[in-house]
């Protein structure tokens, strides 16, 4: 062959095997200068161009500011939004803070132990009472407070029993939600008397034979709800399609579409309408396992029906109550998993506890949370006009703040005295929580404690980090108008800044 087209041959094959070698992964961010460069490089490339940036990272350990960008610009946070609700719980309640759910009555028992009236059930937004906690039992989470009754010493119950959710006042929804987002798990309505986070489970099976309907069950079993079975088994090769819709303002379900032959385990979450009564069917179910029978009929009572009837609370008896686990474990229970009933729930509660309780006249409890979060952000030192919340959990679209607001707000909490329940409560990289599946196998994983973020147009991730050099960081990540088309998703990019500072070797100093 000829010298040289066989030069021209190896040159080819050496360049072509250089061109499709795997690339190597960038040297970790060694100096202030260089992982400068590297976060401005990356929030600038082209396929950005269309969306929206915040990003501020500031040293816990000098004060300084490493790296900013749009950090004073308002930003969708989604459910960044629980930083703050969750840091005004712990501020104004206290990590061994707990809610209580009380049972009253007009008078105490007779010797016999009938209890001559109604029995109330009064909520204030416990979000713990979950069968999930409790091997899947929701009687087992309803045990303490049938003990506290029969401690009273009642074993029969005359009138009726009322589920009376007046504390909070307001909608059952967040100012702002989505009419969509309400047939969902993440959307189910706000009581004062919650139950089970306020859904049912569907469990739904293909029946015997192809154009059966398919068999579908309740869990926990309930005729407070009713299933409207408009499905049809299909042949075992056919597609799972099955929808559920509630129309709302009601407790009807209507289950529709197809399922295939031996296809089994499969369900789906329902959320349903005015959760306190759902609560009394289950806890007089609870009482009647007890031996405990209730005469009366089941009632609800909100807080218009509250506002119509008053209560002369002075002139009920206490018989007993139950409480949620303390403050720091239903911050976990919120920050983890990023759930937005309960960060209502305890928006709400705040804000209730702030008014005067049943004073005619008064807003919502939701309204009054909103202005204990204002003066709570005073104390802090971040400007009012760089936060613009409506609701608790960020499930709004109207929520705003800024990277800058954050990171004030970060700093604030880690000198709080509840800085370790504060910390503690949020996901850590490939560990738990919304984070338990990201930044796997990266200097981040096991590292960065953070809370997600995530609407359709919002993603964001705001929390701590410990860099390579051993210096404690904290961020706030917000990426808005985000539309990925055939790049990365929003997460990956934003969890690629995560990631660097993770691995970032230099000083802030």
């Known amino acids: 062959m000829n010298p040289r087209i066989l030069s021209g041959l190896t040159a080819w094959w050496l360049a072509a095997a250089v061109s499709s070698a795997p690339a190597q992964p960038a040297p970790a961010p060694a100096t202030l200068a260089d ?3 590297r976060l401005t490089a990356h929030v600038s490339q082209p396929h950005f161009a269309a969306s929206t940036w915040g990003v501020k990272v500031v040293s816990l350990e000098s004060g300084k500011t490493l790296f900013e960008h749009n950090a004073e610009k308002l930003f969708s946070p989604a459910s960044n939004s629980k930083l703050y609700t969750v840091a005004l719980a712990l501020d104004q309640l206290g990590g061994d803070y707990r809610i209580k759910t009380t049972l009253y009555a007009a008078a105490k028992p007779s010797r016999n132990g009938t209890l001559k009236g109604d029995l109330m059930v009064y909520g204030r937004g416990d979000p713990s009472i979950h069968g999930r906690w409790h091997g899947g039992d929701v009687y087992a989470a309803l045990a303490p407070l049938v003990a506290a009754l029969t401690n009273a010493g009642v074993k029969r119950i005359s009138g009726d029993l009322i589920g009376d959710a007046s504390f909070i006042q307001g909608p059952p929804y967040g100012s702002g939600w989505d009419w969509e987002d309400l047939q969902y798990y993440y959307g189910a309505e706000l009581s004062a008397l919650t139950i089970n986070d306020n859904t049912l489970e569907l469990a739904i099976q293909p029946g015997e034979r192809e154009g059966d309907p398919c068999r579908l069950t309740l869990s926990p079993a309930t005729a ?7 499905t049809e088994t299909v042949t075992a090769t056919g597609r799972r399609n099955i929808r559920t819709y509630r129309p709302l303002g009601g407790n009807v379900v209507y289950v529709s579409g197809q399922m295939p032959l031996g296809i089994t385990n499969y369900t789906e979450t329902v959320t349903l309408h005015n959760p306190a009564g759902l609560f009394v ?9 007890q031996g405990i029978k209730v005469s009366g009929q089941l009632r609800t009572m909100d807080w218009l029906d509250r506002q119509a009837r008053p209560s002369d609370w002075d002139k ?3 018989l007993g109550s139950m409480a949620s686990p303390p403050m720091r474990e239903l911050a976990r229970n919120i920050q983890k998993p990023s759930q937005n009933l309960h960060t209502d729930l305890l928006l709400a ?3 209730a506890l702030s008014e005067s309780d049943n004073a005619p006249g008064r807003g919502t409890s939701e309204a009054a949370g ?13 400007p009012r006009d760089e936060v613009q919340f409506e609701e608790g959990s960020g499930l709004s679209r109207n929520n705003l703040t800024t990277p800058n607001a954050t990171i004030a707000l970060l700093q604030f909490m880690d000198r709080h005295a509840e800085a370790a329940a504060y910390l503690n409560a949020l996901p850590i990289a490939g560990v738990d929580g919304t984070l338990r599946n990201r930044m796997r196998g990266t200097p981040a994983a096991g590292n960065v404690r953070a809370k997600t973020g995530t609407l359709r147009w919002a993603n964001s991730l705001s929390g701590h980090v410990t860099t390579a050099a051993g210096e404690r960081l904290i961020f706030s990540i ?3 108008r985000y539309a990925a088309g055939s790049h990365p998703p929003a997460r990956n990019e934003i969890d690629k800044i995560a990631v660097m500072l993770a691995e970032f070797s230099g000083r802030s100093e």
């Open 370 to 382: 909103i202005r204990q979060l204002r003066a709570f952000l005073d104390k802090t030192g971040v």
């Open 478 to 480: 917000m990426l808005n």
């Open 316 to 318: 009920l008896v206490e």
């Open 35 to 37: 992982l400068r460069e």
């Open 349 to 351: 509660h705040v804000g």
């Open 281 to 289: 069917s289950l806890f007089k179910e609870a009482l009647a396992r």
């Open 224 to 230: 407070y709800v009713i299933l409207s079975n408009r």
